[in-house]
């Protein structure tokens, strides 16, 4: 059973980088051919996914967020990490961390972190 846990601050300030932590259990980050991905979900609105690592490191992003985002990893803590800059209360948000797979075309998302609150105020 793969356990995925965030950490970071619940609170940010305005034009400050966010920066948040998911340490993963059960399994290793680095295992063939999972993605590791960040997904947010603001009051009111759905589900925004928000860009991965893979087991080999390679990152993609969100083309939205792409000038904002940076997703790295620390293989030997098991962890990967995410960093969003320059944030304002729009990026106020429930973040959750994901394990991703392809079968086909088709993307999954097995295993969820249970969320972290994000508020951006100051």
């Known amino acids: 059973q793969v356990h995925l846990q965030e950490s970071g601050p619940g609170l940010v300030n305005p034009s400050q980088t966010l920066s948040l932590t998911c340490t993963v259990s059960g399994g290793s980050i680095t295992t063939k051919y999972y993605y590791w991905s960040w997904i947010r979900q603001s009051p009111g609105k759905g589900l925004e996914w928000m860009g991965a690592?893979?087991?080999?490191?390679?990152?993609y992003y969100s083309p939205s967020l792409k000038s904002r985002t940076s997703i790295s990893r620390d293989t030997s803590k098991n962890q990967f990490t995410l960093q969003l800059s320059s944030v304002t209360p729009e990026d106020t948000a429930v973040y959750y961390c994901a394990r991703e797979f392809a079968q086909g075309s088709e993307w999954y998302d097995d295993y969820w972190g249970q969320g972290t609150q994000v508020t951006v105020s100051s």
């Open positions: 690592i893979t087991y080999s490191g390679i990152t």
